[in-house]
């Protein structure tokens, strides 16, 4: 999606303008490995209008294979808007409009599964799941356990509130269940505090999450704690 950066510090009922940037959480963590000098192939929907085609052309820029990124004639590229302070930070304010977006019409058979199955990892967040039924359907398919395993399904939580807010369910409750059938999973200390009342620190985390082989849980300044299988 394509997010805008308030050009100063303050509410965004305040600011004056904003800069034109790229975001999503997959295509963050693919730029950032392809830049690493790994292999990534981006499998997405955006709109058939010029935000889409700054952020096919943007993130290809950084090394990532966008073949695979559909373009849809008749729902619009998401986008959001933030403010320059920091996430932790009770004045930072975030507001999405993917209500309705080409990525919230991906469904199974609307993307490339092939693609989707061709890489060792498939890297998958949180967010893709709040956006449409459709999405839920498609994300709970890919993180289906299999016999196979193939690819390896690295799921972050990525807890966004604001995105499960029309949707009916339980938004916390349904990223458990995600988390569960992954092999990687990554999530904050905070958002499991948040979306499911869990304080204890790294080792109690674990303990609500042991069936993913390997589980990071990010501390913040603190750095992050890692556990592989029994270790």
């Not at 073949?67 to 933030?82: I, L, Q």
């Not at 948040?194 to 620190?201: D, E, L």
Request: charged fraction near 20%.
């Amino acid at each position: 999606m394509v997010t805008f950066l308030p050009a100063r510090p303050g509410r965004l009922a305040d600011v004056p303008s904003f800069d034109r940037g790229i975001g999503g959480a997959e295509s963050n963590v693919l730029c950032a490995l392809a830049a690493a000098g790994h292999t990534t192939r981006w499998v997405s929907r955006v709109g058939a209008d010029g935000f889409g085609d700054h952020l096919v052309a943007a993130v290809a820029r950084y090394g990532v294979d966008t073949s695979a990124v559909g373009r849809d004639p008749h729902r619009p590229t998401g986008v959001y808007f933030r403010t320059a302070d920091d996430r932790d930070c009770d004045t930072h304010e975030v507001v999405y409009y993917r209500a309705g977006s080409a990525a919230s019409a991906m469904a199974r058979g609307s993307v490339d599964e092939g693609a989707l199955a061709s890489g060792r990892v498939l890297h998958l967040t949180g967010i893709t799941p709040a956006l449409s039924a459709d999405c839920l359907d498609l994300v709970r398919h890919l993180c289906a356990r299999r016999a196979d395993r193939a690819p390896l399904v690295s799921f972050d939580v990525n807890h966004r509130p604001g995105l499960w807010r029309n949707r009916s369910g339980a938004g916390a409750d349904v990223l458990l269940g995600l988390a569960r059938g992954a092999d990687l999973v990554f999530v904050g200390e905070d958002e499991a505090a948040a979306a499911w009342g869990i304080t204890g620190g790294p080792e109690a985390l674990r303990a609500a999450l042991p069936e993913p082989a390997t589980l990071v849980v990010k501390q913040g300044g603190r750095g992050a704690t890692l556990f592989r299988h029994g270790e």
